[in-house]
């Protein structure tokens, strides 16, 4: 009977042993998760505000030229080509906006006909073929040009914006404002941590940003930012990198952040050997709880 009562011991012991381990396991490989999944949320978290810094500083941008544009001495200006009348708006608009770099009122022929800054070299030259003036004559609500190489001081890459002049149902010309796309470097630049890069693409899916890998090229095709431009958000691994990708709302433009995955590697590594210490102590404790209650005598009845 005794041999009986022992092997029962023995099978509990083994189980309870068992369950310890079981639980420890399931514990690590838990908080193991939830540490992956919140440096996967993290690294959306940093791509979503930064996405966000984009499309506000964008807007704030093609807001104020909306706004120039209804100026009434500008709005009347235009039509009468009083083109001159015009200049101190728009030199308040880059006053109030140092993103901005230049503005200038072309005809509705395309021509250039004020510039701030004065530029002699490009004054009164056509820029009829241009994507930026087509696009904004053709559709009548402001437009974000592609990438392209600006004519006239500064001369560097940029983006334009552009709108339409219309008095009374009659087209008028064309009010550009251009913003170097160094100035999204700076832009971004405070809100990505040490080691990582933040990639811009514009509607076109050219990269924008850093200006230093500006080239023209598209990235429609692209598995990150194909579906970033197409307003989906995503979260994957590639390499020794964690790569988050987000739309910029209302403009279809794309953010890319790349961070190095050691950092996040290093937490939940750092986190699975504390748990893995704590579950084996614990299974340790019941092992010598185990130990010290088979070796127990059973007490004899008198």
């Known amino acids: 009977m005794a041999r009986i009562v022992r092997a029962l011991m023995a099978m509990i012991m083994v189980l309870a042993l068992a369950g310890v381990a079981g639980l420890g396991t399931i514990a690590v490989m838990r908080a193991r998760s939830d540490a992956q999944s919140r440096v996967a949320t993290a690294a959306t978290d940093r791509a979503r505000a930064i996405a966000q810094v984009v499309h506000d500083a964008v807007q704030d941008e093609i807001g104020a030229l909306i706004a120039t544009t209804k100026q009434r001495v500008l709005y009347l200006a235009v039509p009468h080509k009083d083109y001159r009348g015009a200049e101190p708006y728009l030199s308040e608009l880059i006053r109030s906006h140092p993103r901005i770099a230049s503005v200038g009122i072309y005809n509705g022929a395309g021509q250039l006909v004020v510039r701030i800054p004065g530029d002699p070299s490009i004054a009164g030259r056509r820029f009829g073929q241009q994507e930026y003036f087509k696009a904004a004559r053709n559709v009548g609500a402001a437009h974000i040009s592609k990438l392209f190489v600006q004519l006239g001081k500064p001369k560097v890459p940029v983006i334009a914006y552009s709108l339409s002049v219309h008095h009374p ?87 890319v952040v790349s961070q190095p995955a050691r950092r996040g590697d290093k937490a939940v590594h750092d986190l699975t050997v504390r748990l893995s210490l704590l579950a084996g102590g614990a299974t340790l404790l019941a092992l010598i709880a185990a130990a010290a209650a088979w070796r127990r005598k059973p007490r004899h009845a008198d």
């Open 169 to 255: 149902g009659a087209y008028y010309g064309v009010l550009v404002a251009t913003t170097p796309i160094r100035e999204f470097d700076a832009l971004v630049a405070p809100y990505a941590p040490a080691g990582s890069t933040v990639r811009i693409y514009n509607a076109a899916g050219e990269r924008i940003s850093p200006s230093s890998e500006a080239s023209g090229k598209t990235y429609t095709t692209d598995a990150v930012v194909g579906p970033a431009l197409a307003g989906r958000s995503s979260i994957r691994r590639t390499g020794g990198s964690i790569v988050a990708a987000e739309p910029v709302a209302d403009f279809g433009w794309a953010i």
